[in-house]
């Protein structure tokens, strides 16, 4: 099963090692603790890579699978790592209907990725979400905290621009 979700490579420091170890031990006898212990790690590793899933699965006596298969029912968790440049477009029922395809086409052919990915050198990652609430600006595109509103394909461009 054990399969690279991220063409990023998985860079866990030791210390990071130790504190995840640490905090298994802390928790792993509480109720329903590998959610936790899940939340912990994403947060220390910023995502949770095979890796990462492999040390909470022998630490808990769990098989790979069973954590793989909490990990990607919750959204809560990522599989892959964001980049220093999240991009986020809206496909939401009033974002598609303007055109949010065009716009996350658009995106994908200057980023060179797929929705849940990540460029090799970390600047870039992007995902295709459900409604963030700005339907009067659909179809719209967040780039980390910006919004960016009322978009046309031309327009991507030029505002992916700024984080090069």
Known sequence: MKKK????????????KEKLLSFIKDNKDEKGSVIKILQYAQD???YLPIEVQEIVADELNMSLEEVYGISTF?????????????????LGTACYVKGADKILNKVKSIVGIEP??????????????RCIGACGLAPVMTINDEVYGRLKPEDVEGILKKYQ
């Open 5 to 16: 979700l991220s063409n990023v490579p998985f860079n866990g420091t030791e210390e990071q």
């Open 44 to 46: 220390l590793y910023g």
């Open 74 to 90: 919750y959204a809560q968790f990522s599989l892959v790592p964001k980049g220093k440049y999240n991009i986020s477009v809206c």
């Open 116 to 129: 849940e990915s990540c460029t090799p050198d970390g600047k870039f990652s992007l995902t295709a979400c």
